[in-house]
């Protein structure tokens, strides 16, 4: 982090806010992220509907994050070949387009299923090209910082949000026409982005390399980086444990004998947790402060799922779940650092592979807490989950320490600077 931006005061979320061209990208991430939430809801319940099987409904869900690894590593090359307006607009219109389809009654269940899995493929590169657009809108230091902090907010309260809303608007209406609702929302966040963002150059020429060549070089050069490689894991592997509770909360509730309105509420700790730390964390602290705070806060940040060994009741185990939520909140100074550390034209597919990798790892995760439960008890396997998952963070910040300016040696430094230059 530069000096400058390591002394400032902290500029506040209504600097933010003060950019004309972030306030459409911000309306225009609300609008896409609810219709993503509700056309999931409703997709899953119109499955059910056609087939009655349950299998098939989980998959719906499950196909919301298996195509993020093949999206984000195959296409990754259009978030820098391309101009950032341009490929966002063009991604939530190939969006629009697939849910659309999904509306045609004689489109079979194996079709639907294929367009989620477009829809999610496109996800990884709409989401690393707006996180690359926000350097260019906001500058790389304090301001984008608090920008992708308000875009987490928004994503944690919008999953809360979506599928209430969704549930309520499957009350009134089939699961065709709530899916009808999520078309208009895709049209209306491509129109505040076309309309409500500058259009910029994109950020490395096309050059003579194919997408597909281009999208796994940039990899390659994100991956052999090894500060890059470091900081990219503390923001995958912490993430990869804590979905332990929230995957395993229907079965927990069962366990210590809570009713429906108590699993809502453990699947909300979190995320309420989550929200108040970035929130306070993003107003209140300087940038100095929020780096500092980094690397003890991935390293303790899982220890609060450990309490689950002793299978805490409703009370203590929502406490358990916010104060892990709490523990997100080292991503703030995180973000800085992986924006630092990326040359900028590296950034859309660097931002790209971030996104692909976090949903594919969370996935991961999410899985394999489900197959432990099968054979240990539920409150073992969360607690488990915060004992290796506080290992792997040791693991992780202590490479990070390693790898930062001034630590590496002048061969890993100079192989780094080689690495960069190739790629332009």
Known sequence: MSQGSATAPPAGYRAVFAVTEFRAVFAAHLLSLLGVVVSELALTVLVYDL???????????????LPYVIGGTLFAGVADRCPARRVLVVCDLVCAACVAVMLVPVVPVAGLLALRCLVAAVAPVFTGTRMAALTDILGDGDLYVLGRSL????????????????????????????????????????????????????????????????????ARLVLGDRRIRALLLLLWLPPMFVVAPEALAA???????????????????????????ELFVGSALRPRTRSRIVLPVAAVGLLPLVVYVVRPGLPLALAVLALAGMGAA???????????????????????????????????????????????????????????????????????????????????????????????
């Open 151 to 218: 875009l987490r907010i928004v994503s944690q309260s919008a999953m809360l949000i979506g599928f209430g809303a969704g549930g309520v608007l499957l009350t009134v209406l089939s699961p065709r026409e709530a899916i009808a609702v999520t078309v208009v929302t895709f049209l209306c966040s491509a129109a505040l982005l076309r309309f409500g963002t500058r259009d910029r150059p994109a950020r490395a020429g096309n050059g003579s390399a194919t997408l597909l060549r281009e999208s796994l070089s940039g």
């Open 251 to 277: 079965p927990y509730a069962a366990e210590i004998g809570a009713g429906p309105a108590a699993l809502g509420l453990l699947l909300c700790a979190m995320a309420v947790g989550h929200v108040g730390a």
């Open 51 to 65: 087939t009655g099987s349950p299998l098939l409904s989980a998959l719906t869900f499950a196909l919301g994050l």
């Open 330 to 424: 080292y991503v703030i100074g995180l973000d800085q650092w992986f924006v630092d550390a990326v040359p900028p034209e590296l950034r859309g597919r660097a931002m790209t592979l971030l996104t692909a990798g976090l949903m594919t790892i969370q996935g991961t995760g999410m899985a394999l807490a489900g197959l432990a439960a099968e054979f240990f008890p539920v409150h073992h396997v969360v607690a488990g989950s915060g004992i290796i998952g506080t290992a792997v963070a040791l693991l992780v910040v202590a490479e990070v320490r390693r790898t930062a300016p001034g630590q590496m040696s002048d061969t890993e430094r100079r192989d780094g600077a080689d690495r960069h230059v190739t790629s332009r």
